[in-house]
Nanobody, 127 residues
């Protein structure tokens, strides 16, 4: 049974930073690709960032490129999302997800390509 638990969300002012963490259990974490998605009220879940199994390939949505950084610590079974220069439009519930689909690649952006999901953590950016 795979379990993904996100943490690190909260309220921050425009221009601020947050670091999200996602701790995994129940599978051999190091062999899986990971992704971050977000969902704002009334909107569909959208791709944010992805990282391959070894952590040496990353891929980002255009909207967060240059501001967000995804990383993976296989020794700690944890994936991170460092978010800098936050904007009000970044406000959403952020989800981490795990995939067996193409674990060596990073440009895997569809929610349907991810098999396991966390419960989400709220990020609110005030203007």
């Amino acid at each position: 049974q795979v379990q993904l638990v996100e943490s690190g969300g909260g309220l921050v002012q425009t221009g601020g930073s947050l670091r999200l963490s996602c701790a995994a259990s129940g599978r051999t974490f190091s062999t899986y690709g990971m992704g971050w998605f977000r969902q704002a009220p009334g909107k569909e879940r959208e791709f944010v960032a992805s990282i391959n199994w070894s952590g040496d390939r990353t891929f980002y949505a255009d909207s967060v490129m240059g501001r967000f950084t995804v990383s993976k610590d296989n020794a700690k079974d944890t994936v991170y999302l460092q978010m800098n220069s936050l904007k009000p439009e970044d406000t959403a519930v952020y989800f981490c997800a795990m995939r067996t689909f193409r674990p060596a690649l990073a440009n895997v952006v569809l929610p349907s390509q991810y098999a396991y999901w966390g419960q989400g953590t709220q990020v609110t950016v005030s203007s």
